[in-house]
């Protein structure tokens, strides 16, 4: 019984003595689907990338056209573009230049390449043009809606967003003071706001510089000194991460100012406070939520 390995052993065999057939002494494709009764397509495959005999082209084949074909394939052109530049059957432009392998680096697949970018573009274009349009009307219906904030409004809504992002105590670590660390510069004014509010002044928080070992991080902290209006001289020594080049990153360049913690001293009634505020507002919340369920 002929096993999948010796299977696989003999098509190679044949697949070699095929290829060699083909060049000395030069057998024609019919000659050689006889002699291995093998399917025209198993015998295509097998002669990938060998000249046909002179021998078995007609005599008169359009024999410029074919040279020119060629030049064209070693250019990088399609089979569909040779067929069309050629006038004949994508058939008979495969027959001609089907062993010649694309290469995708030459000047003419670039062309194409960038020309596909570029009509993908002009499709996507009226979309995203509208699509950003609709964006911006919801973004200044929304905005109605919230109105301005009240003071009571930005410490309901520090106290949420600290309970989101920011350091929280642990049955296990009890760590009650307040520690927000964030890269968004517009929730990190929403915090200062909330802390003076709370009866902080800038002056007297701690901020920490945290980015990747690839960036700047005296430029990072300059720039949140300016951004925020909070005193260079507070910033501590950073957190440098370490770069891992396997790591796809996308927070490169210079947008990039790494992520901001904002420290509070003696901070545990701050702390206690909001842990307070963030319980009234679930219960109050899932309060109303059951009542509407219920229909009250």
């Known amino acids: 019984m002929t096993t999948s390995y010796e299977a696989s052993a003999r098509m190679a065999d044949m697949r070699a003595e095929a290829r060699r057939l083909r060049v000395d002494p030069g057998l024609s494709r019919s000659q050689l689907i006889k002699l291995f009764g093998v399917s025209n397509g198993t015998l295509t495959d097998w002669l ?11 005599p008169n ?6 040279r020119e074909a060629a030049d064209l394939r070693e250019k990088g052109w399609s089979i569909n573009d ?18 010649v392998p694309l290469d995708p680096d030459s000047e003419r697949a ?32 929304a905005a109605r809606d919230a109105g301005r904030l009240s003071d009571r409004d930005v410490l309901l809504l520090g106290a949420i ?18 520690a927000f660390i964030n890269s ?19 002056g007297e928080l701690a901020y920490r510089v945290s980015i990747h070992e690839t960036a700047d991080a005296e430029a990072a902290a300059d720039w949140w000194a300016e951004t925020l209006s909070i005193p260079r001289a507070r910033f501590q020594r950073p957190t440098i991460k370490k ?11 210079d947008d990039y100012h790494g992520c901001l913690t904002v420290t509070a001293p003696k901070s545990r009634e701050l ?3 909001m842990e307070g505020v963030v319980k009234a507002v679930i219960r109050e919340a899932s309060s109303a939520y059951r009542d509407r369920l219920e229909g009250r």
């Open 161 to 178: 967003s600290y309970w989101c992002e920011g350091a929280k105590s642990k049955p296990w670590a009890r760590a009650d003071r307040f």
């Open 184 to 202: 968004d510069p517009g929730l990190l004014a929403l915090i200062m706001r909330f802390l003076q509010l709370s009866g902080y002044d800038p």
């Open 48 to 58: 990938r990338g060998i000249e046909p005999p002179q021998w078995t082209r007609r």
């Open 271 to 273: 702390y206690w406070r």
């Open 110 to 141: 670039r062309e194409k390449r960038e020309l596909a970018k570029q009509r993908i573009a002009a499709r996507w274009d009226g979309f995203r043009e509208e699509r950003d349009r609709q964006q911006m009307a919801i973004w200044e219906m």
């Open 243 to 253: 770069h891992v080049p396997e790591t796809p990153r996308q927070n490169v360049g």
């Open 61 to 66: 084949a359009k024999d410029d056209l074919r």
């Open 82 to 99: 040779i067929a069309t530049r050629m006038g004949v059957a994508k058939s008979t432009a495969f027959n001609w230049v089907g062993h």
